[in-house]
């Protein structure tokens, strides 16, 4: 066994290696050569002024960062990839397979990844089924009419959950259909967008926390917050800019719930940044908790941090050459 390949065995957890493109995962345990400490962090800043407590809101403002795309694990990839296209309308973009590493990855989306958010999907040999928890929320969709989208849905032998109608408190018609391992769509009657994978629902135990965590740590908006106590729950969107152009994070906080089975299904989000080492200095200051250091990633030199915000969701900062590069 190659020793990258070794170090790669170390660092997997037991059910999701992770995808070839961003070889990430939780480091906690782990000795690894590239999981530098903060000293040599701070010490690759290079020529940019460090990260401090007076500067570091000024930088994660300014830099440029955007919702790449989020990661999640199937059970069956071609059966799942049949249903995003033909059901969703997603196009396959990208996909790979490693049988040396024991799994296969596949982007699907709307658009090309050099510009829109998409999916990555995630298939471990011999695993067909995983746990999605009662943390992971649904994921969004735009569409221009949400009973001809559930009618194809039908036809196509897609499960449809929540048939159209007004959402609860709102005047937006939806409606909520599952993909074959479960995960929820939830489709949004509004129109021609630019980025129809619009949302990323997930449940925090504290919205105020996480607010105050993804403004300052991950430099978002708030662009939203609303609260139903008729329903006794209260959401915020979250996002880089307006949501009827950008992807956006929901958080969703119900009454008295403070904490949730995040499951082994759902597995993060990525965005794009200037600098990887300032961005996982700015959420240690922020109260997050980085997994992997920041740092190249073995083999494709991508640079790459991971953390956790406050609920334990992880997220997952990806250099923006580094990206652009991979796409080439």
Not at 63 to 84: E, P, Q
Not at 199 to 227: P, S, T
Request: net charge negative.
């Amino acid at each position: 066994m190659s020793s990258l390949s070794a170090t790669l065995n170390l660092l997997r957890p037991s059910l999701a290696p992770p995808p070839p493109s961003l070889r990430f995962c939780d480091v906690r345990n782990s000795a690894s050569s590239y999981c530098t400490s903060r000293r040599l962090a701070l010490f690759h800043l290079g020529s940019g002024t460090a990260i401090t407590k007076e500067n570091a809101l000024e930088w994660v403002k300014n830099d440029k960062r955007r919702m790449l795309h989020v990661v999640y694990r199937v059970g069956d990839l071609d059966k799942t990839i049949k249903f995003y296209t033909e059901c969703l309308g997603m196009k396959l973009l990208r996909r790979r397979d490693i049988p040396e590493e024991q799994y296969s990855n596949a982007f699907l989306g709307y658009g090309p990844e050099e510009s829109n958010f998409v999916v990555e999907l995630t298939y471990n040999y011999g695993v067909d089924k995983y746990n999605i928890g009662t943390g992971f929320g649904h994921f969004g969709i735009d569409v221009e009419d949400v009973s001809k989208s559930v009618e194809l849905i039908k036809a196509k032998g897609g499960k449809v959950t929540r048939e159209p109608g007004p959402a609860k408190g709102g005047s937006t018609i939806i409606a909520s259909v599952e993909d074959p391992d479960g995960y929820t769509f939830e489709l949004l009657e509004r129109g021609p967008s630019p980025e129809p994978l619009c949302q990323v629902m997930l449940r925090v135990g504290d919205l105020d926390r996480a607010i105050n965590f993804y403004k300052k740590a991950f430099g978002m908006e708030l662009l939203r917050k609303r609260d139903y106590p008729e329903y006794k729950y209260t959401y915020a969107l979250m996002g880089y800019g307006p949501e009827d152009k950008n992807p956006v994070l929901e958080l969703t906080y119900n009454y008295g719930i403070t904490d949730y089975d995040k499951g082994n299904g759902y597995a993060q989000i990525a965005i794009g940044t200037d600098d990887v080492y300032k961005s996982a200095e700015a959420i240690k200051l922020y109260g997050g908790k980085i997994v992997l250091e920041p740092g190249p990633l073995p083999g494709i030199n991508t640079k790459i941090t991971a953390c956790l915000d406050p609920d334990g969701w992880k997220s997952v900062f990806v250099d923006n050459v580094d990206f652009m590069k991979e796409l080439e």
